[in-house]
């Protein structure tokens, strides 16, 4: 299952723990991955803060594998979903701290 968890109004430096809102996406969900692209190379990770010089990608890829239908045949296969979201405030693709293929002049 695929689940958003929200946090709102955290406390600074607050000691008690707050109990996150939770919303299922989805059920059924045999994977999930996520990738992110440089401007020129997919990545299974993004550390923008300490690795991508605090840039976003210049694009995530998500892939969703969903298991078959209760009922299906016995060997039917997942079905797969991939989508490329494009982040048009990423400045990653120019940057040549992240992304070594770029210069800028």
């Not at 809102?21 to 045999?30: A, K, L, P």
């Not at 300490?50 to 239908?69: C, F, H, I, K, S």
């Not at 045949?73 to 797969?80: F, L």
Request: net charge negative.
């Amino acid at each position: 299952m695929l689940v958003r968890r929200v946090t709102r109004n955290i406390p600074p430096l607050s000691i008690t723990q707050i109990t996150p809102d939770e919303e299922i996406i989805c059920r059924g969900v045999s994977s999930f991955t996520l990738q992110y692209f440089d401007g020129s190379n997919w990545n299974p990770t993004w550390d923008s803060a300490n690795v991508e010089d605090n840039t976003v990608p210049v694009a995530v890829q998500v892939t969703l594998e969903l298991n078959p239908p209760a009922g299906a045949k016995p060997n039917a296969t997942p079905q797969q979903f991939i989508r490329v979201f494009t982040l048009p405030c990423s400045t990653a693709a120019t940057d040549p701290a992240v992304n070594s293929g770029t210069s800028v002049n």
